[in-house]
């Protein structure tokens, strides 16, 4: 049994802005994620000594926070140039005095004159910070940056090196995420089926996690960040947040505008959204980047490209595919099935980024005469599974479990096949597949944290909003709607493809941010790049 189509907000896997060739076939592609899971960054070998003690700032708080706010961290050494350290949170925000949890740190000492520290989020719910900032500092955030701000990479509540969500052994997740459902799509027996595997799994994630997974959510996670600007000793908390990681961000601001500093959320999310409606977007953003492949395909001229014809033509024989393949799934060699949902996230996976587009015609090659090992490969580099069958981190269940909590479900059958009519609709190739997604949530084993509303952060310093209009997973009108709904929002656009823009786009973009941080210069309103 599977659960359903991973949401592509996430995990969301990060890609290299390095261009990769058409023709490329699969001995590269373990190649190519190495490169894009682990940059790495030259530090100059100063930043190789002792790593400077943080002075909390010693502000006032409630007696029951204060053993939390006034803690010192300790940081050992954990790469070159940097440093690791291990902060303690309270376990419910509500009550501190029930516990406590880890939160996992790591640190880039500025290089100059220093600001202050930059917290960094990758997105998610469920990306590590921690790896983002150790293994791939100079994709993370520009030179300037590391000049001026201790770049701090930290795992939210519930993500990896910080107390973690965990539900399921390797092979109950192979389950769980690539098994095939029995039954009509969309029938009473489908239905069940997904149901109950889901409510197996959020009883699998209750089991193991315990009490921790009732307080994964994000605005428990935006109290641990004012926690963190603390004790790092800053009086403002400056953050660079991607994706997911603008709804952690708008959400501190709502928490504490007096306390915002520089904000930068590029790829953001509209706060106000449903699931559904968050999913219907995701639905057509990765329809728009499908036929924005199939024209590069299509217009190639190296031979490379599966298709002929039109965009149409191609997409209507991308949607006869996935249909073979969830009615008679493929077999790959290591004996685990290829169903619809498998294809489609292989598909998506490349769709992250147009530097990676080239894959898909490796991708689809080998689907259409049958092989599946590769819809394999990509939907594991997706889902963080290595080559052994392990996992390589808990993106996961930390994105359901987030998931669960942020937002509101139904369980009306009916009302969910009409969603998914709709979403098939706007959306005839990817659609079809991303329906039901109700059925993840609606018996977890605690109810959603709060509801979903407009995001506002009155008296907030300026909050700078990035979004690229061919931004396939979060959508170019959230970014224009989470702007518009902050009191102080500033709106940058960059025209182009691919997730996130600030430090792979261009120069526009990134002086823009970077001018920001630095300088604290706000640009012009609604700045195009």
């Known amino acids: 049994m599977t659960d359903t189509t991973p949401s592509p907000t996430g995990p969301v896997r990060r890609f290299s802005t390095v261009r990769m060739p058409r023709g490329r076939r ?4 373990a190649a190519a994620l190495v490169a894009v899971l682990a940059l790495s960054g030259c530090v100059p070998s100063f930043l190789e000594q002792k790593q400077p003690v943080s002075t909390p ?36 925000w509500s009550d501190p005095s029930a516990g406590e949890i880890d939160l996992a740190l790591v640190r880039h000492v500025a290089t100059g004159e220093k600001l202050g520290s930059l ?10 910070g921690y790896d983002f900032i150790h293994d791939s500092l100079d994709y993370a955030v520009g030179q300037p940056l590391q000049e001026r701000f201790d770049i701090v990479g930290f795992d939210p509540r519930g993500v990896g090196r910080s107390s973690a969500v965990s539900c399921l ?32 799994f959020g009883a699998a994630c209750a089991d193991s996690t315990g009490d921790l997974l009732a307080n994964v959510d994000t605005k428990s996670a935006a109290r641990d960040l004012d926690l963190l600007r603390a004790v790092l000793g800053d009086e403002k908390l400056n953050y660079l947040g991607y994706s997911y990681g603008t709804f952690l961000g708008a959400t501190y601001a709502d928490l504490y505008p007096e ?29 728009q980047a499908l036929a924005a492949y199939l024209d590069d395909c299509l217009a190639s001229t190296d031979g490379d490209c599966p298709f002929d014809g039109t965009v149409d033509e191609a997409k209507d024989e991308i949607g006869r595919l996935i249909a073979s393949v969830d009615e008679s799934p ?14 489609v996230t292989a598909i998506i996976y490349p769709l992250y980024s147009a530097d990676m587009w080239g894959y898909l015609d490796d991708l689809f090659d080998a689907t259409m005469f049958g092989d599946g090992d590769l819809s394999l490969a990509y939907a594991d580099a997706y889902n963080g599974r290595d080559p052994d069958g392990t996992y390589a981190d808990n993106q996961t269940e930390a994105f359901r479990a987030v998931n669960c909590l942020d937002y509101t479900y139904q369980s009306d059958a009916d009302v969910m096949r009409e969603r998914a009519a709709e979403m098939a609709d706007v959306a005839p190739t990817i659609g079809p597949y ?14 959603p944290a709060s509801e979903r509303s407009e995001i506002h952060a009155a008296g907030a310093d300026p909050i700078m909003v990035v979004g690229t209009t061919g931004d396939p997973a979060t959508p170019y009108e959230w970014a224009v709607a989470l702007a518009d709904q902050l009191d102080s929002g500033v709106l940058v656009s960059y025209d182009g493809e691919g997730h996130t823009a600030y430090n792979k786009s261009n120069s526009c973009v990134n002086d823009a941010v970077e001018s920001y941080f630095i300088d604290g210069t706000v640009p012009a309103k609604d700045l195009k790049c």
């Open 26 to 29: 699969r001995a590269a592609f």
């Open 57 to 92: 700032t010693g502000e006032h708080v409630a007696a029951d926070l204060e053993p939390f706010y006034t803690q010192v961290l300790e940081w050992e050494r954990c790469g070159d140039g940097l440093g690791c350290a291990t902060a303690k949170a309270p376990l419910d």
């Open 119 to 128: 917290l960094v989020n990758p997105g998610g719910p469920g990306g590590s």
């Open 169 to 200: 052994e390797p092979a109950e997740m192979d389950d769980y995420l690539y098994g095939i459902t029995p039954g009509e799509r969309g029938s009473d027996e489908w239905i069940a089926d997904r149901r109950e595997a889901s409510a197996a």
């Open 259 to 287: 306390k915002v500093g520089r904000l930068v959320l590029d790829g953001a999310i509209d706060p106000s959204a449903s699931d559904f409606e968050v999913t219907k977007a995701q639905s057509v953003g990765f329809e």
């Open 330 to 343: 493929l077999r790959g060699s290591d004996g685990r099935m290829v169903g619809a949902d498998t294809l």
């Open 434 to 447: 991303m329906g039901y997604g109700d059925l993840a949530c609606i018996d977890w084993p605690y109810p």
